[in-house]
């Protein structure tokens, strides 16, 4: 060990395991590349106003979760804790939306940063792959962002998991509905800070964890009664067409999201052999966002979901990714000469497209096989000066045990046609 070690709340992805976090993303990320969303990349860091406006002064994001700092500069900055308001200023910041072609639809993938009581499932550093749909107020578009995660997600093979669904309303009735949650608050008997929140953001208190708590808002008013036409039309035509699509969800009338700025749909995937940390990922519509954060009128909605909880949903159903093996060749030199002319071959597997790997540091057959066997390559290429002296080299499958030579200039054609 050194003398360091991973910051608090942080770990390391590493091999082997590393490759299910890579698989993972990908999983998520394929059914957004095939449904018309472009990837986006933004910074870690961006000006520490953006989060403070754009997720709400008032969330535990911004009071408690940012690390913001001061540069040597002067400029106020924040590692990003999350990713719409970042994607939504790059695209309004690049003008993607005025070119005509609304909705927006971008993807990313990356890392995120919230200082944060660690525990499993709740890191300071962790990632996210997310969707973001700009610039339309469409039913079929938060549809599709919800079959997209739903499709992701069963692409892995993970089935406990669940979808909860509300509408949170718009800027007609969701200041009512805000009121007269807030009359029932102030009736209860809650701590100090809770209080507070009520006055601040109301519908996070019904999103309190703690079980006297929750037991005093059995009777709470609950959004969905109190939408106003058009956002009880547009929730119908949401639920429609995940009924239409086969979409299992159930209505959760007190789901409420973290940060400020969603409206109408808003959506949760939650996994049940996680414990507290059950949420998987989260989205919703964020219809006042780009103006909030100085933009024009954007409608706009979209998902986060978390891959180091996904990682762990899968773990927790005992779901194993099945893998390819990375290398699927392994190259074993006996003596200089042969270390020569087959690391060359090698070369010309991997430009044929043919993972290899070579036995490096002059190691003997034995030690040398034992890597090859950990690599988990299907086949391996083992070379003495008897073998090039004949202008072969013993082709091993590690499968049937069979083995053979080879002559050196039909190696990449006999190994092509072997691998398929
Ligand atoms: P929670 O209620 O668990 O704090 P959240 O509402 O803060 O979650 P979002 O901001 O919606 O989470 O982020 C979307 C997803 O990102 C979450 O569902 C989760 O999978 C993941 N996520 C959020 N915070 C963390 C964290 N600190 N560590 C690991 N994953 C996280
Ligand atoms: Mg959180």
């Given at each position: 060990?050194?003398?360091?070690?991973?910051?608090?709340?942080?770990?390391?992805l590493?091999p082997?395991?590393?490759a299910?976090?890579l698989?993972?993303?990908?999983?998520?990320a394929?059914?957004?590349?095939?449904?018309g969303?472009?990837?986006?990349?933004?910074?870690?860091?961006?000006n520490?106003?953006?989060?403070?406006?754009?997720?709400?002064?008032?969330?535990?994001?911004v009071?408690?979760?940012?690390?913001?700092?001061?540069?040597?500069?002067?400029?106020k900055l924040?590692?990003?804790?999350e990713?719409?308001?970042?994607v939504?200023?790059a695209a309004?910041?690049a003008n993607?939306?005025?070119?005509?072609n609304?909705p927006?639809?971008?993807w990313?993938?990356g890392?995120y940063?919230r200082?944060?009581?660690?525990?499993?499932?709740?890191?300071?550093h962790?990632?996210?792959?997310?969707?973001e749909?700009?610039?339309a107020?469409?039913?079929?578009?938060?549809?599709?962002?919800?079959?997209?995660?739903?499709?992701?997600?069963r692409?892995?093979?993970?089935?406990?998991?669940?979808i909860?669904l509300?509408s949170?309303?718009?800027?007609?009735?969701?200041p009512?509905?805000?009121a007269?949650l807030?009359?029932?608050?102030?009736s209860?008997?809650?701590?100090?800070?809770?209080?507070r929140?009520a006055e601040?953001n109301?519908?996070?208190v019904l999103?309190?964890?703690?079980?006297?708590?929750?037991?005093?808002?059995?009777?709470a008013?609950?959004?969905?009664?109190?939408?106003c036409e058009?956002?009880k039309?547009?929730?119908?035509?949401v639920?429609e067409?995940?009924?239409?699509a086969?979409?299992?969800?159930?209505?959760?009338?007190?789901?409420v999201?973290?940060?400020d700025y969603?409206t109408?749909?808003?959506?949760?995937?939650?996994?049940?052999?996680?414990?507290?940390?059950?949420?998987?990922?989260g989205?919703?519509?964020y219809d006042?966002l780009?103006?909030?954060?100085?933009?024009?009128?954007?409608?706009?909605?979209g998902?986060a979901?978390?891959?180091?909880r996904?990682?762990l949903?899968?773990?927790a159903?005992?779901?194993?990714?099945?893998?390819?093996?990375?290398?699927?060749?392994?190259?074993?030199?006996?003596?200089?000469?042969?270390?020569?002319?087959l690391?060359?071959?090698?070369?010309?597997l991997r430009?044929?497209?043919?993972?290899?790997?070579f036995s490096?540091?002059g190691k003997?057959?034995?030690?040398?096989?034992?890597?090859?066997?950990?690599?988990?390559a299907?086949f391996?290429?083992?070379?003495?000066e008897?073998?090039l002296a004949e202008?072969?080299?013993q082709?091993?499958?590690?499968?049937?045990?069979?083995?053979g030579?080879?002559?050196?200039?039909?190696?990449?054609?006999?190994?092509?046609?072997k691998?398929g």
């Amino acid at each position: 060990m050194s003398t360091f070690q991973a910051p608090k709340g942080t770990y390391d992805l590493l091999p082997p395991s590393s490759a299910t976090y890579l698989a993972v993303r990908e999983a998520i990320a394929a059914p957004l590349r095939n449904s018309g969303y472009g990837y986006v990349e933004t910074p870690g860091f961006e000006n520490v106003e953006l989060f403070a406006r754009g997720v709400g002064e008032s969330t535990d994001i911004v009071t408690k979760e940012m690390y913001a700092f001061e540069t040597k500069g002067g400029d106020k900055l924040a590692l990003r804790p999350e990713g719409t308001a970042s994607v939504l200023r790059a695209a309004l910041e690049a003008n993607l939306h005025k070119a005509g072609n609304l909705p927006v639809k971008l993807w990313y993938s990356g890392s995120y940063y919230r200082y944060e009581r660690p525990q499993k499932g709740r890191y300071r550093h962790f990632s996210q792959v997310g969707a973001e749909a700009i610039g339309a107020e469409d039913p079929a578009l938060d549809a599709e962002l919800i079959i997209l995660a739903d499709q992701a997600y069963r692409s892995l093979g993970l089935r406990n998991f669940r979808i909860l669904l509300n509408s949170l309303g718009d800027k007609e009735c969701r200041p009512v509905y805000r009121a007269a949650l807030q009359d029932f608050l102030r009736s209860l008997d809650l701590d100090e800070e809770t209080l507070r929140r009520a006055e601040i953001n109301p519908l996070r208190v019904l999103d309190d964890k703690r079980a006297d708590v929750q037991k005093q808002l059995a009777d709470a008013p609950l959004m969905p009664d109190y939408l106003c036409e058009a956002c009880k039309a547009y929730h119908k035509e949401v639920r429609e067409l995940l009924d239409a699509a086969g979409v299992v969800y159930e209505d959760d009338a007190k789901l409420v999201r973290g940060l400020d700025y969603y409206t109408r749909t808003t959506f949760e995937f939650v996994h049940d052999g996680l414990g507290s940390q059950s949420a998987v990922g989260g989205g919703g519509r964020y219809d006042g966002l780009s103006e909030m954060i100085g933009g024009p009128s954007l409608p706009s909605v979209g998902w986060a979901l978390g891959v180091d909880r996904t990682v762990l949903a899968l773990e927790a159903e005992g779901v194993d990714l099945q893998l390819p093996a990375t290398t699927s060749v392994f190259a074993v030199p006996l003596g200089e000469e042969a270390r020569r002319v087959l690391f060359g071959k090698v070369t010309e597997l991997r430009k044929a497209g043919i993972a290899t790997d070579f036995s490096f540091g002059g190691k003997g057959l034995k030690g040398a096989m034992k890597n090859a066997n950990r690599s988990g390559a299907r086949f391996t290429l083992v070379a003495g000066e008897r073998d090039l002296a004949e202008g072969v080299v013993q082709l091993k499958d590690m499968e049937s045990g069979e083995q053979g030579p080879v002559a050196l200039d039909a190696i990449v054609s006999t190994l092509q046609a072997k691998l398929g």
